[in-house]
């Protein structure tokens, strides 16, 4: 289980995270919305502790990040897939090597096992026989693939996501939605994802929470949530531009 308790990060005075509390639960799918710029990003930074906390905790299994030694950290940060809401691709590797990377970083396996395990993780997101192409030759939606493919690669008990659909057509955010969720059905991860899409929340995150104001001001099932009364939250899903929500 993952817990931010407390959490208050400011930048230059301004407060992005207030007092903010929220549980991940195991094997669960939570999904983060709330606005651009709301903080989203910098709480997830602060989960995978690249960033620090002005004040409060991050728990993971009941361990304080911020008090692991560098050490344990780098240990601790294996059990984590980060999709990055860029791809974070590296321009000058190919597909195979985009996603043998963290193997070759992190665990010491023969070429052939690599090879194995590249190959199989990139059939299970759809780009078998892309493995040669650069970054530059393929789509947007395949770079998305390719970074799940690569967050995937060491097995991970949790898995981020920041922003896997945004930027993409409304039929590639399906894709990408519907891999998400084969992929938890396949590997049972730990998943936080960050989002701005509401279709593709309901679909995906067995646990809807919602980023206002540096809080959580909503959280639960996602049938709870559509059902929310709360005025900034009904605001938000409706994508309406009057509201209690200052523009
Ligand atoms: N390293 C940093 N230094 C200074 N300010 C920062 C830093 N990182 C984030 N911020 C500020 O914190 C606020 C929240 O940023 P964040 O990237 O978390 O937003 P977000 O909710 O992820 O938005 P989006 O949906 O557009 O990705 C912004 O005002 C941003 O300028
Ligand atoms: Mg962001």
Redo the contacts with the bound molecule.
Sequence with gaps: MIILDKLSKS??G?K?LDDLNIKFEDKKITVVI??????????LKHIIGL?QPDSGRVLINGLDINLLKKKELNELRKKFGMVF?DGALLDSLNVFENVAFPLRRHMKISENEIKKKVFSVLEDVGLEGHDKKMPSEISGGMRKRVGVARALILNPEIMLF??PTTGLDPIMSDVINNLIISMHDKFNFTGII?S?DIAGAYKTGDIIAM?YDGKIIEYGPSEDFKNSVNPVVKQFVSGSMTGPISI
Excluded at 34 to 43: E, L, N
Aim: cysteine-free.
């Design positions: 930048f230059n301004i992005v709330g606005r651009s710029g709301g903080g989203k990003s910098v709480m960033m809401q920041d922003e960050i701005h980023l």
